[in-house]
């Protein structure tokens, strides 16, 4: 009797410690509470410690007044500190889709054996997830991609994050950023729309 209390209690403290070390390395470097605002007043999120804005950027299709009703596109890119990680996490907030809109997008989602989707609830936003998990032909080319589509009044906001890339022939190109997956999913449910 004794020893099956010390077999229980052994594997009570395993699993204990093995939670804890999967949580801390969940947390990675989610630790900051400084909120973003775009310069288009669209939006806040919160950045992650060890995260730089890169550039906010509204390409050919910004207005000069910088109220949220003047824009159509807007993007936000992000880049770890890291100079050893190519990868970023690009917002992407569009007032008036230019192709679609929210329930058109989850409609014509591509159905194979790459791609997953999750219909979500975000801070009250509606929202889908998609992981695209893609093996070229002979193993070629791989890489796994995360996106999510948020719906609020119109406005569509898309977050992008490149966790793997691996190419035979490129090595120079390749990318494993799994550490970061969990400062992207901060970074999206932080998201607050204006």
């Known amino acids: 009797m004794t020893k099956k209390i010390f077999v229980i209690i ?11 070390i999967l949580l ?19 939006f806040t999120f919160k950045k992650p410690t060890g995260w730089e804005i890169d550039e906010f950027n509204c390409g050919s299709l910004c207005k000069t007044d910088d ?16 100079e050893n990680v190519k990868t970023e996490i690009r917002i992407q907030l569009e007032r008036e889709p230019l192709y679609k809109n929210f329930t058109e997008m989850w409609d014509e989602r591509t159905i194979d054996q790459f791609n997953t989707y999750e219909r979500l609830d975000i801070n009250d936003y509606e929202a889908f997830y998609n992981k695209i998990d893609f093996t070229g032909p002979s193993d070629v080319e791989k890489y ?8 609020h009044e119109g406005k569509i906001a898309t977050f992008y994050f490149r966790e793997k890339y691996s190419h035979q022939w490129e ?24």
Request: glycine share 2%; proline share 3%.
């Open 10 to 20: 052994a594997a009570l403290v395993a699993i204990t410690v093995i939670f804890f």
């Open 144 to 151: 796994v991609d995360h996106y999510y589509v948020l719906n």
């Open 24 to 42: 801390k390395a969940g947390e990675q470097n989610v630790v900051n509470d400084e909120v973003i605002t775009d310069p288009a007043n669209a």
């Open 171 to 194: 090595k120079d190109r390749d990318v494993d950023a799994a550490k970061y997956l969990s400062d992207f999913n901060f970074i999206v449910n932080s998201i607050s729309f204006k």
């Open 67 to 82: 109220s949220v009703q003047n824009f159509d596109y807007y993007e936000v890119t992000l880049k770890p500190n890291d």
